[in-house]
């Protein structure tokens, strides 16, 4: 074949692409070479001499197409449907049988059809339509602007001549389709399914040649009826369901309506219409039927029906979230009364044992639940995260202090302390103690607690584990960041290094081959570094047998420090002390005023309790606190209850025990009501030095700041470690303005600027 332009007569070669174009669009048989020869026909035509024709063969291509359409209508549509209108006894044919079966035909013809012309396509069409410099200069004419590819003109002539004509009663016949496969329970024949589906996707199909508004036909002809006679369905099923069920079966139902409804949504439509008709449902049997949904909301969370909270929540799960809350706020006061209850009842020495172990229960309770039954929502862990948090910090009343911060420490206390639990154990639970520590505000009031129970466990060497301290250290570090453990760490510190100086100390004894008659360990603590309260020293005379040890301690501490002060805590120390002068010997361990006490009565068997002040120059608490211990273990008796004056202490020569070793317990070892006040108390002062130093920090930033700018910066600087009340920040301001560190503005009551 030639491709060299050659002068031809449109009339000659028109018939023969025309019936070759007929065969192709009504799928008939064509020859290899005839379907050969056609495009050698169409490609003549377009490059014709002494002028192209395509222009030509584009029009008469469009009449043929149109004809066609026009024919096609007639002829395989509405015949049968004229007859069966005059005749009433003829059965009536099915319109969307026959539109289906036409459109199928005519689709794949216009595809095969779009083959043949693909010369004309590609060289002629495509190269006149609008660019979009062109179109912002006009340099196109209206005819080429108008012209499109053949299988887009061939859709876009099925678009006029069959959709657009039929469009009412296929839209109607579509609706009662969809209707009656409702009405079977989406048990509608499958070879039905398939027309009604192909119809739909028909209106889509024949614009999906457009780069946007591809859906319009669609959206305009179908979508609109449809969605609408949808939402007219669900009002009416939602009424008739109203009538006939309990809450608890509504959901059930509409639950099983919404799938029934997505999967025949994928089954018919456009998946471009299956969120909104999702919304439809959801509309009709939810957003309007809220009320009645509620209306057993409190019973079936207070009950903890999971399978109706389960079924609520897939039910409100696509619904915006401000109209969920009620079933949020409902749960979550569940949750904070069933924490109260738990609570809020408790006595007894180990109410922060039962305190944190009941949190957690209840915690580990509902969050099991919402993983259960709602899927781990956000909303709902956040509820839980808001109950916990309301009961943890909860006071009982307004002058009475919240004392959550206090069980968590003393629970962490408990668990670190020597005893048989095995460190696995220990450490699973301190790690779910985590959990209840979080949702404490008043971090500062924990951090004061557990620092001064860390302090006695290590002094007394109290504690199970090294590594269990230090990895609870660490759990809070992470928690709550270095500076909260700073002093934690500190700590461990001082008696890492007090274990070396002890050997070092030890060392030079043997060096110097001096012997102290007595086996000392000494902790050297920082001051600032160890809640130990006020270190003003205890009148107390040291016994003889200490003297020796103390002055050798001290003057080996001092070469090797020069310029630090030892101060001697003897109310934090203890001793073993051996007890030969009973039937057989004890070995007790016990305070170092009770060593001294009994250090006494060496030399004799009796003395009063003034001659036993006087002589180690005690006060009157002091030696009440250890000699009512000694009393009450019955290594020491007294002639009166009143340890006092004349009262004579007297050596219980008849004193025995099943146990060789023990221990006499001090009252010092258990905080007292005061000690806990005074540890309070203490909270207040540093929080109270935090937030001047918060305020001047912000400040000489600012240099003039507003008084609620300065109150928001001041809340967000703390909220890690506490939430101060507005008052206190307040009360700060006003003596960091008489200490001249702040100034109030000349010209603004509610504004301050820093003085240099």
């Known amino acids: 074949m030639s491709l060299k332009p050659k002068i031809v007569e449109f009339v000659d070669v028109w018939p023969r692409l025309r019936c070759i174009a007929e065969s192709v669009i009504t799928l008939s048989k064509v020859e290899r070479a005839v379907w050969n020869t056609s495009f050698s026909d169409v490609y003549t035509l377009c490059v014709a001499q002494p002028e192209p024709m395509a222009d030509r063969l584009y029009t008469e291509t469009k009449h043929f197409l149109e004809k066609h359409v026009q024919e096609m209508l007639a002829q395989k549509v509405l015949s049968e449907l004229d007859a069966a209108n005059a005749n009433k006894s003829l059965s009536k044919p099915d319109l969307l049988q026959r539109y289906y079966t036409t459109w199928m035909e005519y689709s794949q013809g216009i595809k095969y059809l ?86 739909i996707h028909s209106f889509v199909e024949v614009q999906d040649y457009k780069k946007s508004g591809s859906l319009k036909l669609y959206q ?41 409804e997505s999967r025949r949504a994928q089954k018919f439509l456009h998946v471009s219409s299956l969120a909104k008709l999702r919304k439809q449902c959801e509309e009709k049997f939810i957003n309007d039927r809220l009320g009645f949904i509620y209306s057993e909301c409190r019973e079936m969370v207070s009950e903890e029906r999971r399978q109706d909270l389960r079924n609520m929540y897939i039910v409100l799960k696509p619904i915006p979230d401000h109209l969920k809350s009620e ?25 922060h044992i ?21 899927e781990n929502d956000s909303l709902f862990l956040s509820a839980l995260d808001k109950a916990c948090a309301s009961v943890i910090n909860r006071r009982p009343s307004e002058r009475v202090p919240c004392r959550s911060a206090e069980y968590v420490a003393r629970y962490c206390d408990t668990l670190l302390k020597k005893s048989k639990t095995c460190e696995a154990e220990i450490d699973q639970k301190l790690t779910n103690n985590i959990t209840i520590f979080k949702y404490i505000e008043d971090k500062d009031v924990y951090q004061k607690f557990y620092s001064r129970l860390l302090a006695k466990r290590l002094i007394h060497e109290q504690s199970q584990s090294m590594d269990a301290e230090e990895g609870m250290i660490n759990r809070l570090k992470q928690a709550c960041g270095y500076e909260f453990t700073n002093k934690l760490h500190r700590m461990f510190t001082d008696i890492s290094v007090s274990t070396d100086l002890n050997n070092k100390f030890n060392t030079h004894l043997k060096d110097t081959n001096v012997e102290l008659g007595i086996n000392l360990s000494i902790k050297v603590l920082q001051a600032g570094a160890w809640p130990l309260g006020s270190t003003q020293v205890i009148p107390f005379a040291v016994p003889q047998e200490f003297e020796k040890s103390i002055k050798m301690f001290e003057d080996y501490y001092h070469k090797l ?38 250090l006494l009565f060496e030399t004799c068997d009796s003395l009063s309790c003034r001659e036993i002040q006087n002589t180690l120059q005690l006060n009157d608490e002091t030696f009440q606190k250890h000699m009512q211990p000694m009393i009450e273990s019955k290594l020491l008796n007294a002639s009166s209850e009143n340890l006092a004056g004349e009262t004579r202490i007297d050596l219980n020569m008849e004193y025995t025990n099943k146990r060789t070793k023990f221990k006499i317990s001090s009252a010092l070892q258990k905080e007292t009501p005061q000690e ?19 305020i001047v920090r912000i400040m000489k930033a600012r240099k ?36 001249q560190y702040i100034e109030r503005t000349a010209n603004s009551g509610d504004e301050y600027s820093y003085m240099a």
């Open 561 to 598: 420090f020069s310029g630090r002060k030892l101060t001697w805590l003897h109310h934090m120390c203890h001793g073993e002390l051996k007890l030969s002068h009973l039937k057989k010997s004890y070995i007790v361990t016990m305070q170092t005023y009770q060593m001294a006490i009994i």
């Open 676 to 694: 806990v006040e005074h540890t309070i108390n203490s909270v207040d002062e540093d929080r109270k030095l935090f937030l001047q130093a918060a």
């Open 220 to 260: 305009d002809l179908f979508e609109g009826p449809m969605l609408e006679a949808s939402g007219a369905y669900y009002t009416d099923e939602a009424n008739k369901l109203l009538q006939r069920c309990t809450v608890s079966q509504y959901m059930q139902e509409v639950i099983r309506i919404l799938e029934y």
């Open 354 to 374: 039962s305190f944190v172990e009941n949190m957690l229960k209840v915690h580990q309770k509902y969050q099991e639940l919402i993983g259960d039954v709602f």
């Open 114 to 199: 779009h083959q043949l012309y693909i010369y004309l396509n590609q060289q002629h069409i495509k190269k006149q339509k609008i660019t979009d410099t062109e179109s912002f200069y006009g340099n196109v004419s209206g005819d080429a602007a108008e012209q499109m590819e053949i299988g887009e003109l061939g859709l876009d002539i099925w678009r006029l001549y069959m959709v657009e004509y039929l469009a009412t009663e296929l839209v109607r016949h579509v609706l009662e389709g969809i209707a009656a496969d409702r009405a079977s329970n989406g048990t509608l024949d499958h070879h039905r399914v398939q027309i009604i589906n192909g119809v």
């Open 704 to 739: 003039v700041l507003k008084h609620n700018a300065l109150i928001q910066e001041v809340l967000s600087l703390s909220k890690v470690s506490f939430t101060p009340n507005i008052a206190m920040i307040k009360k700060c301001v006003e003596s960091l303005i008489d200490k």
């Open 327 to 351: 079933l949020i706020q409902t749960f979550l006061e569940h949750i904070k009364n069933e924490g109260l209850e738990t609570v809020s009842a408790l006595k007894g020495e180990n109410i």
